[in-house]
Each structure stands twice: as structure tokens, then as C-alpha cells.
């Protein structure tokens, strides 16, 4: 038997313990945030999550919107024929090129967040996971776990027993895992 190991081990536990016991002594409750919807897009966009999108490409959308503006998309059914493809890609890239987007970059970013609402579906996401730190009956602060992904506009934000009392901020980026994350929460 290991009793290094052992030691070890039980340190940790009587640490752990002493912690929890302290956290117990601040009167502190976690309580479990819930988050719904915040996968609407603007109307300007026809469904296509352009924060997302230009999160990724790490440009502000309205330079994708400005070079999306140039497609001409095909029959989401058929898709484009070869030469709509060529020339809607080349549209894209005589503006997007201008930010470093290159060719690859922006196969990768179009596949990944491609979907089709019709069949409702979406693009890949994450739920976010945080709990809000509850003292004497009130909201004094949150813990966020996990940002999640995927969010292209604020989701509704509930805490069991505190109607209407946060507001999520989000955070895009080039990295797909936490691009559309939950950022902050704030007390309205």
C-alpha cells in the first residue's frame, strides 16, 4: 500500500471539505442558470448566422454582409451548378481576401455553420452552463462554467425564483468551440 499516496488523497479531501464548509459559511447558494433560444438571426441575414460566421473569419459582419451582398445563392435544394459556385466564391473573396480570409478558411467556416432551417436543423452549438451566486435572497453575482457556442443573439436567461433579472453578453471569435459564447452576465 502507497501511503504517500494514501496521504496524499486524504489531504485533499479533508481540503476539500474545509473549503465547502467555508463556501457553506458565506451564505452562498449556486443556483442554476437557464438559458433558451438565442439562436435568432437578424432579419437582414435571411437565416444565415452572419455573427457567427464573421466571428469566425474574425471580421466585423458588416463587411461579410457587404461581400455576401455580391452572391447569388442557388436552390438550397439543387445547389449551385459549378460555375454559380466559382463566381458567387470569387465574389466573396475580392472582399474577404482584403481581411486575410483566405480560400480554405472560408470553405471550413461556410461547411461548419451551413444548415438547412427547413428541416430543422441548426448549426452546430453548445448549451452554456453558469449558476447564479444567491446571498440573503438576492443575486450577487455569476458563475459561468461553460460559455458554450453557437449563440447568434442573446439568449433568455432565467433563475428559478428571480423573474426578468440578467442579461447575457456574448463573445465571438475564430476558434468554433467557444465562438457565440456566453461572455458575462449582468443584473438588469
Known sequence: MNFRRLSYGLLLIILGLACAKAQNRTGITRVPVVF???????????????????????????????????????????????????????????????????????????????????????????????YAMVQGGKIVGYEIVNGGAGYSSNPDITVPGFPDHAVAQLAYGKNFENNGSIRSIISR
Not at 49 to 70: H, M
Not at 82 to 98: C, S
Request: charged share 20%.
Open 36 to 130: 433558451s433560444g438565442g439562436h435568432e438571426t437578424d432579419p437582414r441575414d435571411h437565416g444565415r448566422p452572419v455573427v457567427l460566421i464573421a466571428g469566425a473569419l474574425g471580421i466585423p459582419p458588416e463587411v461579410f454582409r457587404d461581400a455576401f451582398s455580391r452572391v447569388h445563392p442557388a436552390n438550397p435544394e439543387k445547389g449551385p451548378v459549378p460555375a454559380e459556385a466559382q463566381a458567387n466564391k470569387a465574389a466573396l473573396l475580392a472582399t474577404l481576401g482584403k481581411y486575410g480570409v483566405t480560400n480554405e478558411r472560408l470553405d471550413q467556416v461556410s461547411d461548419y455553420y451551413r444548415y438547412v432551417a427547413s428541416r430543422n436543423k441548426l448549426w452546430p452549438t453548445q448549451p452554456a452552463v453558469a
